[in-house]
């Protein structure tokens, strides 16, 4: 049997951020080779993942990942057991690494396990955890693609936005940024008012004519209040017909879809939010 030093014991360390006696564990059962070491590690660490699959993981961070060309974009949501393991540098370099998985793959909307086990970043999750020592979880994968991407990820992680817009703005003023950071703020519940489930316009104008009618409104107004709640119901919830947040830059009573236009952009043609736990 090999001879285990300290100073293979340290490398081992240095290696895996680990305990020393985990490290000589591993070294004494591998008989003194690194890379057996490393593999007995990540088989150990593997069990314990599984021990811990039922505890709560109620912190964690969206990750993003843009190609070079702005076309091709993931948004993922990584979730851990608390705030200090969501913004260790180990765990947020793990998140990028599942978002340009899923950017570079084919599936716009790939089965979370599937990608976490894919052996490449199976190797690297299971190492991560092995330092980190807590239970994670893929939870949503997301894969979008256009002519032109913007993206957005709150400063603490926990929020984020993927758009895909018809054309590349031509403008001098980031419009693609704010866009996104417009939209987390005011969550729109559809891009435009076709993709607003009919039922729910419906819901609108039944409520309208309703109340209308119960206040005792004449018959041939009634129909104008209820286009009229429905109109105000679109112009808070469909992206297109809100007024932008960043009044400074673009004034108190601009239009989103005013703003794309004066930007040569006429389409949203896709929107992904994701919030750790949401």
């Known amino acids: 049997?090999?001879?285990?030093?300290?100073?293979?014991?340290?490398?081992?360390?240095?290696?895996?951020?680990?305990?020393?006696?985990?490290?000589?564990?591993?070294?004494?059962?591998?008989?003194?080779?690194?890379?057996?070491?490393m593999d007995w590690l990540r088989k150990k660490?593997?069990?314990?993942?599984?021990?811990?699959?039922?505890?709560?993981?109620?912190?964690?961070?969206?990750?993003?990942?843009?190609?070079?060309?702005?076309?091709?974009?993931?948004?993922?949501?990584?979730?851990?057991?608390?705030?200090?393991?969501?913004?260790?540098e180990m765990f947020v370099n793990l998140a990028a690494a599942f978002a340009k998985k899923v950017a570079l793959a084919n599936e716009a909307s790939p089965d979370p396990q599937k990608v976490r086990t894919d052996p490449e970043l199976d190797t690297m999750f299971t190492d991560v955890f092995g330092r980190l020592r807590e239970s994670m979880n893929l939870a949503k994968c997301r894969r979008?693609?256009?002519?032109?991407?913007?993206?957005?990820?709150?400063?603490?992680?926990?929020?984020?936005?993927?758009?895909?817009?018809?054309?590349?703005?031509?403008?001098?003023?980031?419009?693609?940024?704010?866009?996104?950071?417009?939209?987390?703020?005011?969550?729109?519940?559809?891009?435009?008012?076709?993709?607003v489930p009919a039922v729910d316009i419906e819901k609108v104008r039944t409520q309208a004519r309703e109340m209308a009618i119960a206040e005792?409104?004449?018959?041939?107004?009634?129909?104008?209040?209820?286009?009229?709640?429905?109109?105000?119901?679109?112009?808070?919830?469909?992206?297109?017909?809100?007024?932008h947040v960043k009044t400074d830059d673009y004034g108190k009573n601009a239009k989103i879809a005013d703003v794309l236009k004066a930007a040569g952009v006429n389409k949203v043609t896709s929107m992904v939010i994701m919030k750790v736990g949401g």
């Not at 490290?23 to 004494?28: E, H, I, R, V």
């Open 216 to 243: 005792g409104k004449k018959e041939q107004i009634v129909d104008k209040i209820a286009d009229g709640k429905v109109n105000a119901f679109c112009a808070e919830r469909v992206l297109m017909e809100q007024f």
């Open 45 to 88: 660490h593997k069990g314990k993942l599984a021990d811990r699959s039922g505890r709560t993981t109620g912190e964690g961070r969206i990750a993003i990942y843009l190609d070079s060309a702005r076309k091709v974009g993931a948004i993922i949501e990584l979730q851990c057991e608390t705030a200090p393991v969501a913004k260790n």
């Open 1 to 37: 049997m090999a001879t285990i030093t300290a100073q293979m014991v340290k490398d081992l360390r240095e290696k895996t951020d680990l305990p020393m006696m985990e490290c000589k564990q591993a070294l004494t059962e591998s008989n003194g080779d690194v890379e057996s070491a």
């Open 144 to 195: 979008v693609s256009g002519n032109h991407l913007a993206s957005y990820v709150h400063h603490d992680g926990k929020s984020g936005i993927l758009i895909a817009l018809d054309a590349a703005p031509k403008s001098d003023k980031n419009i693609g940024a704010d866009l996104c950071m417009h939209s987390l703020f005011s969550m729109p519940v559809a891009i435009d008012r076709e993709s």
